[in-house]
């Protein structure tokens, strides 16, 4: 515990919004690895492209307004999903005028038609170092509704920011390249948006004008995509023929795809909406307690529910009783703070809070245990075997933990079941597995309070997992 300033609390309170955001975050923070391939394709998205300077950007981590809906672009690399945000971007008014003749010029100088993605790798940073793996993140307005685009990478080796980007949306659009089909990390994505519970999907099948805006080939892949996302137990929303390059089907119909009499991109994201609180149930997470003019004062986020002054709440894992004399938000007491709100909070009497706590209703306990089943995704390029040394982190709890048994392995890119026999887990298998942690942890399953059942998994301070729980 520390003696602080009120200014630094208010400051650690702000750090606990970005903190908390989202537990996947850690996944940003891994080391920067790139295959040479995939440097060449980096450094074409990156070096060659003019900079929008206009266009604002959420890094990860920021605190977000929770009515927009925050969609994210997911699918194989070079199947569009740049050129997709980049033209939604400029044609709903996004980009800046002056900054997109910038882009029309720079294109015309190379002989070509207008590059939509070059709105999307619109900061020198990223230039500077040559990659963009990082994902990108857009606020936009489009017919009436507020929107924030998300960009992911498709790359396998940049497996880990796509899951960082994907677990912050409400919604997907999954882009598959009408000419290719579906691919490795087609799969790899819609298995991942599966994972994460991301039900309100789209698919853009997009590249029509490659294959000449054929009704019949669409079709066929319209079924073979139908087929993949019922396997994962998604049911899109629509699946729409589009042409990224030549604004079919986005704004508005197409000519060039008479037969095709359903709804354009741009109507079937007005379909979307913002993910509902998942549960009234309270949960406040403790992140660290101050000691301000003799008073104990622990920073905190409020993850679900609603917490109120001088009502009586359990403490877990220690299921001790207490009343919360005061709750801050900064500057000002309030009566009650609700999901997503960073606060802190003051007790008068023991127990005094510290970091890992969670605060809940007497009535509506999370699980306290020190083993659960979870749905595991494996994100380092060393396999896992039994024995190995892990740490896990569900907000801002953190324990020694082990696998103690892998009961079903899944290759996301082929989404065939491997043996299990040997126990081990490869880089993006996805893993139903039993952990073990050293010391019990409080969780609810995934299901139920998306926030308390999530976690990664860490091996000598690299994050090696990322994982949503099951059941008990
Ligand atoms: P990402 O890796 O999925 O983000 O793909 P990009 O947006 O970078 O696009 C990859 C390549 O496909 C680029 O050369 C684009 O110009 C091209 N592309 C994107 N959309 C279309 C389209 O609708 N038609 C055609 N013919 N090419 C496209």
């Known amino acids: 515990m520390f003696a602080v300033e009120p200014v630094a609390l208010f400051c650690r309170i702000c750090f606990v919004a970005r903190d908390l955001q989202y537990a996947y975050t850690a996944a940003s923070r891994v080391p920067r690895i ?58 709903s008014g996004a980009v800046p005028p002056d900054k997109l003749e910038d882009v029309r010029q720079a294109c015309s100088e190379e002989g070509g038609v207008i590059d939509y993605a070059f709105c999307m790798d619109a900061f020198c940073e990223e230039r500077e170092k040559l990659m963009t793996i990082d994902i990108t993140q857009i606020p936009v307005r489009i017919a009436g509704k507020n929107y924030l685009v998300i960009d992911t990478p498709g790359h396998a080796e940049f497996i880990r920011n796509m899951i960082t980007g994907a677990c912050q949306a409400d919604a997907a659009i999954l882009v598959v390249d009408a000419a290719e089909g579906i691919r490795e990390q087609t ?23 490659r294959i000449g805006y054929n009704e019949h080939d669409f079709y066929e892949l319209k079924r073979n995509v139908e087929e993949l996302t019922a396997s994962l137990g998604i049911t899109p929303l629509h699946i729409i023929p589009v042409s990224a390059m030549h604004g079919e089907n986005l704004m508005t119909r197409s000519k060039a795809m008479p037969w095709y009499n359903d709804n354009t991109l741009v109507e079937a994201l007005t379909g979307l909406h913002a993910t509902e609180e998942s549960s009234k149930d309270l949960r406040v997470a403790i992140q660290d307690v101050y000691s301000i003019n003799g008073r104990k004062i622990a920073a905190a986020r409020v993850e679900a529910g609603c917490v109120h002054q001088e009502v009586k709440v359990m403490v877990e894992p220690d299921h001790a009783e207490l009343c919360l004399s005061d709750i801050i938000k900064y500057p000002q007491s309030v009566k009650s703070a609700k999901s997503g709100d960073c606060i802190g909070l003051v007790t008068d009497r023991e127990p005094f809070l510290r970091r890992g706590q969670i605060l809940c209703n007497p009535d509506s306990r999370p699980h306290v245990t020190n083993h659960f089943w979870a ?21 801002t709890q953190e324990s020694g933990c082990c696998i103690a048994q892998i009961k079903q ?64």
């Open 34 to 91: 790139c295959a040479k391939l995939t440097q060449c394709k980096i450094r074409r998205k990156t070096a060659e492209r003019p900079l929008i300077a206009g266009v604002r950007r959420y890094r990860i981590g920021h605190k977000l307004d929770m009515s927009i809906t925050k969609i994210a672009f997911v699918g194989h690399i070079d199947h569009g999903k740049s050129t997709l945000c980049g033209r939604l971007l400029a044609e």
């Open 409 to 472: 392995r899944t290759d996301s890119s082929t989404l065939e079941d491997e043996a299990t026999e040997d126990q081990i887990l490869c880089l993006s298998d996805i893993g139903h597995v039993l952990i073990e942690t050293d010391k019990p942890l409080v969780w609810d399953p995934f299901k139920h309070i998306q926030e308390m059942g999530r976690f990664v998994l860490e091996s000598d301070g690299k994050l090696v997992g990322a994982g949503t729980i099951l059941e008990a």
């Open 187 to 209: 799969r790899r994505h819609a298995a991942i948006l599966s994972f994460l519970g991301i039900n309100q999907c789209i698919v853009a099948i997009n590249k029509m004008d």
């Open 375 to 395: 749905n595991l995704i494996w994100l380092s390029e060393t396999p896992f075997k039994s024995g190995m040394s892990l740490t896990l982190k569900l907000l």
